[in-house]
């Protein structure tokens, strides 16, 4: 495809949010068409989508939390990021399939194998070009959050036992596809952060 794919991952207060707006901003700086876009919620159905599997109070079973991250992520590929790419595009992305292996594998219910099959079944296979990871301690993404003074979702709300097997599930996934991945540590200062971010980015924009 003629585009560049782009997910950044990482547990939540890992500080995804102020690295994408400084990526789009520069690549937008040197004209190129972004398209800036997350999971859950990218498109109209997985507003829909998102307000389930995020806010609904009560249990909603493992296999079927998975599936609806899966239905949100292939909508979104297939409506939105697959036509951006074609046009050729750069694609932002806020998560993508890493995280349901990475969250919804660290419940120890799924097989995390099975869970990033139904993903790839689900965009028939699309991968991204580069995968940033910001890598931070839970304590230290809690505590963050804790500063935000703001309500939790479903999956925030968890013990920081669940948020330190997101985090190392997240980083044998980036040790399995090294070329894929680019592991940041994300208590560097933005700025340091920023540039390792360009630089990689500068080799795949060639
Ligand atoms: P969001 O507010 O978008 O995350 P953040 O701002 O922390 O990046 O919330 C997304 C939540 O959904 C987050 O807790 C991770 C979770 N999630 C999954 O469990 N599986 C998935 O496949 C995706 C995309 C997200």
């Known amino acids: 495809m003629a585009g560049i794919f782009l997910t950044f991952e990482g547990g939540d207060g890992s500080g995804k949010t102020t690295q994408i ?6 690549l937008e700086s040197r004209g190129q068409t972004v398209v800036l876009t997350r999971e859950p919620g990218g498109t109209d159905l997985g507003v829909e989508l998102r307000n389930l599997v995020m806010h609904r109070k009560g249990f909603i079973a493992p296999r079927a ?18 036509p951006a790419l074609e046009r050729g595009d750069i694609v932002v992305q806020d998560r993508y399939l890493d995280s349901s292996v990475a969250y919804q594998g660290a419940g120890r219910v799924l097989d995390p194998d099975e869970v990033r099959e139904l993903s790839l079944w689900g965009t028939e296979r699309l991968m991204p070009d580069l995968t940033v990871l910001l890598d931070v301690p839970a304590s230290v993404a809690k ?31 980036a ?29 795949l924009l060639g």
Request: proline share 2%.
């Open 21 to 26: 707006n400084r990526l789009v901003a520069w």
């Open 65 to 82: 939390e998975a599936l609806l991250y899966a239905a949100d992520r292939s909508h979104h590929i297939h409506t939105l990021v697959r």
């Open 143 to 173: 505590a963050r959050q804790a500063a935000e003074d703001r309500d939790y979702d479903r999956l925030e709300a968890e013990a920081e036992d669940f948020h330190t097997r997101v985090r190392e599930s997240y980083l044998a996934l």
């Open 175 to 203: 040790e399995a596809e090294p070329e894929r991945f680019l592991v940041v540590n994300g208590e560097s200062p933005i700025e340091e952060i920023h540039q390792v971010i360009i630089t990689r980015v500068s080799d």
